[in-house]
């Protein structure tokens, strides 16, 4: 079955530190990958995507993430952490289905957690 | 631009009652999604237009819920009755044409079923 996985329920990292958020995927054929963050009592907003060409993706914020087809992974990094990017973050993939079409499937989610 | 514009943001029912939900897509955006997000959990593909026509339901309850896109622009989400575990944030989001281009997501509705 096609699927997004996210490991981790929970990041915790001190601010200024680097910070991982773990991504894996199962679909047939190229992938498209996106990453979005959810703040308390907000909607989901954009933070990048993969489509095609260079494995390392930069996005908003700050935020970068590398593609990996061997791992089937496109885990979500940044540098240097603020207490400010403490949110849920989602994985998503889209995944095709009948009549040309395709659909976005997320991730459960990791809860960043940055302290000062 | 002016992004996804959903309303109730809020709404309390008790089980057996009926409620609706609205959502505006970004202009010119030819597909719309409904997402139900329980809490602690992942957004889940309730149902998919493309245009005013529905490309995937297959996560759909359609025994109580039901949707529609009128002209291909807004979009409602009626569930009639609801139940307890229908307690969760229903998220609307648009996408224009394209096989790169991103999701945009509204606000949402935080549905109470008590």
């Known amino acids: 079955a096609q699927s997004v996985a996210q490991p981790e329920d929970q990041v915790n990292v001190a601010e200024g530190n680097p910070l991982t958020v773990k991504c894996t995927y199962s679909v047939s054929g190229n992938p498209y990958l996106f990453w979005y963050v959810q703040y308390p009592n907000r909607g989901l907003q954009f933070l990048l995507k993969y489509i095609t060409g260079d494995n390392l993706v930069k996005g908003s914020y700050g935020f970068e993430a590398e593609f990996n087809k061997s791992q089937t992974s496109f885990h979500l990094k940044k540098p240097s952490a603020l207490v400010s990017d403490s949110a849920l973050y989602f994985c998503a993939v889209r995944v095709p289905i009948s009549g040309g079409y395709n659909k976005l499937i997320f991730g459960a989610g990791t809860r960043l957690a940055v302290h000062p | 631009e002016a992004g996804v514009a959903q309303s109730p943001r809020y709404k309390i029912i008790e089980k057996r009652q009926s409620v609706a939900f609205w959502c505006n897509p970004i202009s010119g955006h030819a597909t719309l999604y409904w997402y139900q997000q329980i809490l602690g959990q992942g957004p889940k593909l309730l149902i998919q237009f493309q245009n005013n026509g529905v490309v995937d339901d297959s996560q759909l309850p359609k025994d109580r819920f039901s949707a529609e896109r009128l002209k291909g622009v807004d979009s409602t989400l009626k569930i009639q009755p609801a139940k307890l575990e229908d307690s969760a944030v229903y998220l609307c989001?648009?996408?224009?044409?394209?096989?790169?281009?991103?999701?945009?997501f509204g606000q949402g509705t935080r549905l109470t079923v008590v």
């Open positions: 989001a648009s996408r224009e044409q394209g096989q790169s281009s991103e999701a945009f």
